[in-house]
């Protein structure tokens, strides 16, 4: 596939994508290390950047089909720039507390909601139909690589600068984004007036074909499920890494590199599977692979080096199988909806999927405190298999190929 356009969007996404891996572990370790959160402060801190997931995307949703993509994708990208930088700026000022952390991550949040919902609707426009996967492979690739390169370069970063200076990497990457969106050529079309509804009624709308749908369903409530039960572990992760285990942030961050590795690798080998093999076993198997391996991260306690060695091969199985699993899943989704309800139909699933992320990253702290930060990994492991099960009994493990 050789589009200029998609190239330019795909260069400034990657940038973006470690950007943002740079923050995922610099924001909280900024939280942890700078602060001294107790559980319950940091799994609010991680509450505030998903909860603008549970309100906002239905009603963003229905904004997004009725604009052009691409103006609101530079607005976020630029708010995220500013917002991003105010964390070391407030640090060197001294000015730095809690709720700053709280109101930026929960703005950022509002910004990724908006950027989110507008790059799955406008890839498509960008390429053709039967390009779709390979498309979203090459997103899902870079996605993968930046967990690769990422946290090892926000490792090295917070070690030299530490983890409020090592956030300007993430402010700076928003600015290449806009940059390579800037340069795109393509004229995206303005959706015609006429057909347009109240907008409450395109909300219902979107609601109702993307819960009407059996797969688009099921994939929704499993994302939910997973996310739910991610939220509590990798709050959980970061604590028990850094208190329990005494991992520095660059052996943390070396861990998620490597273990992401197996991301990178999922990606690239989507394409090829669907070709090849069931695609309702493809999604149903590889999202076992990533999410039943978790239960091993508090098993294992002593010697020090096998307990990195089991978080290495935990997150290698994991990320190899969801690279896989979101390509698929993702490509999947946009094959079955019409293109002008693409936006509501990506912000309803995100209203259940990353509202159960904001659940889950509120009561991950009053858990951690009530039972120790290693019980709650293994009850997050715990929940991780018993989710499982639904997607077996789903008309998905059924379905052959890509529907047309």
Known sequence: MENGDFLKFWLGETVSLFGSQVTLIALPLTAILVLQ????????????????????????????????????????????????????LLAVMHLLHILSLYTIAFCVGICT?????????????LVRKEHLVEANSKVAASAAAAEVGGPGIAGVLIQLLSAPIALL?????????????????????????????????EIVEGVSFAFHNPYIRTLSWQAAAWNFFFAILDTMFLLYAVRDLAFSPGLLGLIYAIGSIGGL???????????????????????????????????????????????????????????????????LRQALTP????GRVSASLRVVTYGATALGALISGFIGVLVGLRLSLFIAGCGFIIALLPIFFSPIIRLRAMPQ
């Open 339 to 342: 293109h002008n309800m693409l």
């Open 169 to 201: 990497a993430d402010s700076l990457s928003y600015l290449v984004s806009i940059l390579a969106l800037l340069l795109i050529t393509n004229q995206e079309p303005l959706p015609e007036k006429e057909q347009r509804q109240p907008w409450y009624k």
């Open 265 to 331: 690798l999922g990606s690239a080998l989507a394409a090829v599977l669907m070709k090849h093999f069931h695609l309702g076993r493809v999604i149903c198997y590889t999202f076992t692979l990533g999410s039943a391996p978790f239960i091993f991260l508090a098993l294992f306690i002593a010697p020090h080096l096998l307990v990195i060695a089991v978080c290495l091969a935990v997150f290698f199985l994991v990320h190899i199988a969801l690279g896989i699993y979101t390509v698929v899943s993702i490509s």
């Open 113 to 125: 909601v908006l950027f989110d919902l507008c790059w799955q609707s406008f890839a498509p426009l």
């Open 37 to 88: 959160v107790t559980p319950e402060q940091l799994g609010l801190l991680r509450t505030f950047e998903w909860l603008p997931y549970i309100p906002l995307p239905l009603i963003l949703g229905v904004w997004v089909d009725r604009r052009r993509r691409r103006p609101l994708m530079i607005l976020a990208n630029l708010l995220r720039t500013c917002l991003i930088g105010l964390v070391p």
